[in-house]
């Protein structure tokens, strides 16, 4: 059973940084898509960044595009967050899809972490 586990997440003022992690097996870093989600209260859960760990570069939506940034090292992957805006509060998730073909839909990933919450004040 493959699982995935977040770090990293906590409260910030408008205009700060945190560094999410997502651990998994060695079975993920090898042509998995890795997405990061999110979810608002009240909202549906919304892809933000992609990351294919057999080579290219990072997607990202417009919303987070310019200040986060995924990247990686060993088996961990991370999503650096920078300018946080109170918009950005949610519950953050790491997924990975077994495919070499990249989505931004939730039914499509096939292993799921836990979430970390990120809450930012104004």
């Known amino acids: 059973q493959v699982q995935l586990v977040e770090s990293g997440g906590g409260s910030v003022q408008t205009g700060g940084s945190l560094r999410l992690s997502c651990g998994g097996s060695?079975?993920?870093?090898?042509?998995?898509?890795i997405s990061w989600f999110r979810q608002a209260p009240g909202k549906e859960r919304e892809w933000i960044a992609a990351?294919?760990?057999?080579?290219?570069d990072p997607y990202y939506s417009d919303s987070v595009k310019g200040r986060f940034t995924f990247s990686h090292a060993s088996y961990t992957l991370y999503l650096q967050m920078s300018s946080l805006k109170p918009e950005d509060t949610a519950m953050y998730y790491c997924?990975?899809?077994?495919?070499?073909?990249?989505?931004?839909?939730?039914?499509?990933?096939?292993?799921w972490g836990q979430g970390t919450q990120v809450s930012v004040s104004s």
């Open positions: 997924a990975a899809r077994n495919s070499p073909v990249f989505s931004q839909w939730e039914k499509e990933y096939d292993y």
């Open positions: 060695e079975y993920i870093h090898h042509n998995h898509w």
């Open positions: 990351f294919y760990t057999g080579g290219g």
